[in-house]
């Protein structure tokens, strides 16, 4: 006795051959995962990273303290008080230990308050300071504007990586 295969039933065995062969391949990755895990050394550093702040790594002032650069304010398009033609276009970031993962954390729920500063010190200089503003006075007021925020560190350094005006 011949049995007969419908066409419906067939695309069904092929779904079901195509789902079975995935599963297989998902249970042998975690499979091989696991016992890499079991192998691994427990002191050992991570394969690789995924994401998070910043990128370029840079020595440190402390010998052995990686750190990197945080960007994460992004780039600033600030009207200048009493001109509204006038604008100040500004990057801030600031080097902070890897290795600190809740600085790093606080660093990243206070990006709002960030910007926030920035703005606010900036939209309130009438255009005539802005043009002779020096850049190290502002960074200073900033930068001690942001550590009145942090409680689990502190910020050391502060950089314009862009400052214009433009009229």
Do not use: C, W
């Amino acid at each position: 006795m011949k049995k007969e295969i419908i066409k419906s039933s067939e695309k069904l065995l092929v779904t079901y051959r195509v789902l079975m062969v995935v599963i297989l391949v998902l249970v042998l990755l975690l499979v091989t995962g696991s016992l890499y895990a079991v192998i691994r050394p427990a002191d050992a550093g991570p394969l690789f990273r995924i994401g998070g702040k910043g990128g370029s790594m840079q020595a440190s002032a402390n010998p052995g303290e990686a750190t990197a650069e945080f960007s994460g304010i992004g780039s600033l398009r600030i009207p200048v008080s009493g001109s509204p033609s006038v604008t100040v276009i500004l990057s801030v970031s600031f080097p902070y230990p890897v290795n600190d993962r809740p600085f790093a954390e606080e660093i990243d729920s206070r990006i709002g308050e960030f910007r926030s500063i920035a703005i606010e010190y900036f939209s309130a200089l009438p255009a005539e300071k802005i043009i002779r503003l020096d850049e190290e006075s502002a960074k200073i007021e900033i930068l001690r504007h942001y550590n009145s925020l942090l409680r689990l560190g502190q910020i050391k350094t502060l950089y314009f990586t862009d400052f214009n005006v433009i009229d």
